[in-house]
């Protein structure tokens, strides 16, 4: 009876961590119907190596678009005076610093 009991919540416990741990694969983010109509849009023909070397690629291009859009924020934050090699321990306020005189010269100029 306490081997049952045992293997029956070890499988429990088991099923509910798979559970867990598989439901934010399904998820979908923001960019998932971008991703799901562009899949739609290649023709059926394409071999399983194909799909994945495009796939690769755009993957690709978003990484590279990730890091432009990053390093041209942190490009802006440096222009407004923020300095990220300094071991400064106002960090957090010298950055919010930055943040608000680089929002500020982007209303300006609008």
Do not use: C, W
């Amino acid at each position: 009876m306490q081997s049952t009991i045992s293997k029956l919540t070890l499988a429990a416990a088991t099923a509910a961590f798979l559970i867990g741990v598989t439901a934010p694969a399904f998820a979908q983010d923001a960019s998932a119907p971008a991703a799901t109509t562009a899949q739609s849009a290649e023709p059926a023909s394409l071999t399983k190596a194909e799909k994945r070397k495009q796939a690769r690629a755009q993957h690709k291009a978003e990484r590279k678009a990730a890091r432009a859009k990053n390093n041209a924020e942190l490009k802006k934050l440096e222009d407004a005076g923020y300095k990220p090699a300094n071991n400064d321990p106002n960090y957090p306020q010298n950055l919010q610093n930055a943040e608000k005189k680089a929002a500020g010269a982007a209303g300006a100029s609008q």
